[in-house]
């Protein structure tokens, strides 16, 4: 009698245990319903059962091993180059810039003579040589800019045609250690197109042709410059040209070798030296 009852009590099932494997059942049918609405590719239907898979430890690692792998997760990713220079070249840019900007308003307002005109491109350059070509031409930009504010556009295109772009080539020339006879004879050419700009544009803003005054005023010296050499001879026109066009390349000749002679001076004491000059200007100088 007794063994009957302990048989059929051990064949009945545990309510808690049906429970705890029903929800189980209902928890994992639910969760292969989702994936199935969802369209999850990854789900494997022939995985275990929850009910059989064995609980993790959630016990959470030590303080010590906690911190390492947290300093190990932030850590800086091999090969990241941060920007701690972009501000230095846009404030040393800006700073050449309004440089550039006040030489040229000191020397419109008070002007020295040509003392201050040879630093006209100089901090441009200086630009191009510390920070590279988008650096001098903002600088030149910047400095138009800078001068049509406080002057007017016209003298600030004036500026930028032929000092800005002197100032970029002079940059690109010496950085690239070109010769002087190269320098010089590329920015004779930028200087010879700027001063035919600036006939042109005063010019169109004056509403008389510029060019016949200054041939007039070449036509004079050179009739100066016959008699005093003794020929009774009258210049035309053609030879009046001819002689205004070489004075204004040798002018702007003369003054390329004034501006490398102080830019070799100057950029060698700051850090940015400009190509070596020949061997007679180093003598004359007596700079090695």
Not at 252 to 264: G, M, T
């Amino acid at each position: 009698m007794s063994d009957s009852f302990d048989d059929s009590q051990a064949s009945r099932p545990d309510p808690s245990r049906e429970t705890k494997e029903s929800s189980l059942k209902s928890r994992e049918e639910s969760l292969r319903e989702n994936a199935d609405a969802a369209g999850v590719v990854g789900f494997d239907a022939s995985a275990p059962p929850l009910s059989t898979i064995p609980e993790e430890n959630t016990t959470p690692p030590p303080e010590k091993d906690y911190l390492s792998n947290k300093g190990k997760e932030y850590a800086k990713p091999k090969g990241f180059s941060s920007n701690s220079e972009a501000p230095l070249a846009m404030v040393e840019t800006a700073f050449l810039a309004s440089t550039a900007s006040l030489i040229w308003l000191i020397n419109y307002y008070f002007p020295p003579g040509p003392l201050l005109k040879i630093f006209f491109p100089v901090p441009i350059a200086l630009a191009y040589m510390r920070w590279g070509n988008r650096a001098s031409w903002m600088a030149a930009l910047v400095s138009g800019l800078l001068l049509s504010v406080l002057m007017g556009p016209t003298r600030s295109i004036i500026f930028v045609i032929p000092f800005g772009i002197m100032g970029v080539q002079l940059g690109a020339l010496w950085k690239r250690q070109a010769s002087w006879l190269f320098s010089i004879s590329i920015g004779t050419v930028i200087g010879t197109f700027g001063v035919f700009f600036k006939l042109w544009l005063f010019s169109i803003l004056l509403g008389e042709d510029v060019w016949l005054y200054f041939m007039s005023q070449v036509t004079e010296l050179a009739e100066w410059g016959f008699v005093k050499l003794g020929l009774l001879i009258e210049p035309s026109l053609t030879l009046i040209e001819a002689i205004a066009v070489v004075m204004i390349v040798i002018n702007n000749l003369v003054y390329l070798f004034v501006v490398h002679i102080v830019a070799l001076l100057m950029l060698d004491r700051l850090g940015n030296p400009i190509p070596r000059p020949p061997k007679w200007v180093q003598v004359l100088l007596d700079y090695e």
